[in-house]
């Protein structure tokens, strides 16, 4: 389950997703597969190409891209999503979602 994002940001993200470019939204979520992480930020792209270039740029396998149209993402969670959103220079998300407490 998903929340602490606005309406907004969530349009703003399919948007951005949907014109094929590399967007990240970061929320709360509760998953009891995961019971350890509270946040996962969700790196989307409708350009498959560019986002297995942004997964192999940081180090991460694009096997694990959700390829879910019109909306294909990958899931970023933990000490990855951090060190992700700093070289992103992400500051709000890393901020916002407490992630380094």
């Known amino acids: 389950m998903a929340f602490g994002i606005t309406r907004g940001e969530l349009t703003r993200w399919k948007e951005t997703v949907s014109r094929g470019e590399i967007a990240y939204l970061t929320h709360y979520w509760l998953d009891a597969r995961f019971p350890d ?4 930020t969700k ?4 350009d498959l190409e560019r986002l297995s270039g942004w997964c192999r740029a940081h180090g991460l396998n694009p096997g ?18 951090v060190d992700v959103l700093r070289q992103e220079k992400l500051w709000d998300h890393i901020t916002r979602f407490r992630l380094e407490e």
Do not use: E, S, W
């Not at 992480?37 to 996962?40: D, G, I, S, Y």
């Not at 790196?43 to 409708?46: E, K, L, N």
């Not at 694990?64 to 933990?78: A, Q, T």
């Open 37 to 40: 992480f509270r946040t996962v």
């Open 43 to 46: 790196v989307g792209c409708a």
């Open 64 to 81: 694990y891209i959700h390829n879910r149209p019109p909306f294909p993402h990958f899931d970023l969670m933990g000490r990855k999503q």
